[in-house]
């Protein structure tokens, strides 16, 4: 690999006499990891050992098609590097009691550490999962989706945009946009991308973003600052910089010398030469004092734009719905009706009248006059109540169903039929006397040619 001469200068000098095996590994292939979900109980299948600061976390062999893996689009797993999956081993070790918590992902997409946050977060939390930019965002959302918790909520916000929520989250994650030094081996185009103009850049950006950040930290709050870089101006320097102007206090964590992840200044570093996993490097911090939210008096409790679901409708959706009495729901002015868990309401309220753009809870579905059209969230999200007929697919049929394609399916009741694999939901088919109409999103279908039958 051709690395940037600066940037092999810095490594030399932060490394000494590790920088042969430091450049050994990013010669090396990349480990192949993913973290299954736990919502979805999934059997899965050659794996090559765990992740150790994750129990949910495992490693790949080698990398297969995920894409030719229907338990990949049901969300049974998330693919994510390794390295990045010490965030929930933070959250772990520092969220006290284990009390709920309303957190924040202020730079969340693609989702993976949003996603995280959902599995280790405790029972009652709020997630909001944020991505200032467009494009992103729908990736997010699309993750968040497949991942399928109703505790999650999400925006498209700048940080600044956040001013009428001071002292409302318990815990933010800051995963900053950064030079990306940590993906090199991943991605080499990612080298060819570096300079040090970019590095000041980034830590410049950085600064601003946690400095937004804090002031929506209540009173104990925690906020964890993490990159996928190396360097000390976006990574030790900037930690530092949160303590010394914002008085933070940092929070130590507890490590397993086995796991070899290096202690640096505030926070933590991971080196491919000494873990099976990329760059990474993340410090926490509580906060000790400060504002509490004071937000006005809410007149009713619904998110903006929604009402609460009259009750026939209430009623008439509850068959689709496993314990029902665990959840609210609300429908917007266009018909589409949201779940949120028992006791969201106030927080997502106040979400939605703080933010512009935030989506919240689960899509269910829609009324068309009488009749319940579900949405292709409830399908992923293991809310599906038991009565609801279930189709069963083999993995050719249920990648031809991926595809958006029609498929053959004897002995299925007409009506609406939840399409899975395995037992995982893949999303909804209708079934009529002469045909099934495939109701896959279009937008998510499989674009790529199918291996041929004896190859599936």
Not at 184 to 190: E, I, S
């Amino acid at each position: 690999m051709e690395l940037p001469k600066a940037f092999t200068e810095r490594m030399q000098a932060q490394l000494g006499s590790e920088w042969p095996d430091f450049l050994d590994a990013l010669n090396t292939p990349p480990p192949v990891s993913i973290r299954r979900n736990p919502l979805k109980p999934y059997q899965l299948k050659e794996i090559s050992g765990g992740v150790k600061w994750n129990s949910d976390g495992f490693y790949l062999p080698e990398r297969p098609v995920f894409t030719l893996d229907p338990a990949f689009h049901a969300g049974a797993y998330y693919v994510q590097e390794a390295s990045s999956m010490f965030v929930g081993e933070a959250i772990r070790q520092l969220l006290p009691g284990r009390s709920p918590a309303n957190a924040l992902d202020l730079c969340a997409a693609p989702g993976g550490k949003s996603t995280l946050l959902l599995s280790g977060l405790p029972p009652g939390s709020l997630l909001l999962a944020n991505e200032v930019i467009r494009s992103r965002y729908q990736s997010l959302r699309h993750n968040l989706v497949k991942w399928g918790y109703p505790n999650a909520c999400s925006s498209m916000h700048d940080s600044r945009d956040f001013g009428a929520l001071t002292g409302f989250f318990d815990l933010i994650l800051v995963d900053a946009p950064c030079s990306g030094e940590g993906l090199f081996r991943k991605d080499p185009g990612a080298a060819e991308e570096w300079s040090e103009e970019h590095i000041q850049l980034c830590a410049g950006r950085q600064k601003r973003i946690l400095a937004d950040a804090v002031g929506l930290l209540a009173p104990e709050g925690l906020l964890l600052y993490c990159t996928c870089t190396y360097n000390q101006q976006e990574n030790e320097e900037n930690a530092q910089w949160l303590k010394d102007t914002f008085g933070l206090n940092p929070e130590p964590l507890e490590m397993d010398a086995e796991w070899g992840i290096s202690q640096s200044g505030l926070g933590y570093q991971f080196f491919p030469h000494r873990v099976r996993g990329e760059g990474f490097y993340l410090a926490a911090f509580r906060k000790s004092e400060g504002q509490s939210y004071n937000g006005p008096k809410l007149r009713e409790m619904a998110p903006k734009g929604y009402q609460a679901l009259p009750r026939k409708q209430k009623e008439s959706i509850s068959k689709w719905i496993k314990d029902p009495e665990s959840l609210v729901f609300f429908q917007h002015a266009t018909g589409q009706v949201i779940a949120l868990p028992e006791g969201l309401q106030e927080p997502v309220t106040r979400l939605s009248q703080s933010l512009s753009r935030f989506q919240a809870g689960i899509e269910l579905g829609q009324f068309k006059n009488n009749d319940f059209v579900p949405a292709h969230a409830l399908a992923l999200s293991g809310l599906v109540a038991e009565a609801v007929p279930r189709a069963g697919l083999e993995r050719e049929s249920a990648l031809r169903y991926l595809k958006k394609e029609n498929i053959d399916l004897e002995g299925i009741p007409e009506g609406w039929v939840l399409a899975t694999y395995e037992g995982l939901g893949l999303g909804w088919m209708k079934v009529l006397k002469n045909r099934i109409n495939n109701y896959f999103p279009k937008d998510w279908r499989i674009r790529m040619a199918l291996p041929d039958k004896e190859d599936t």
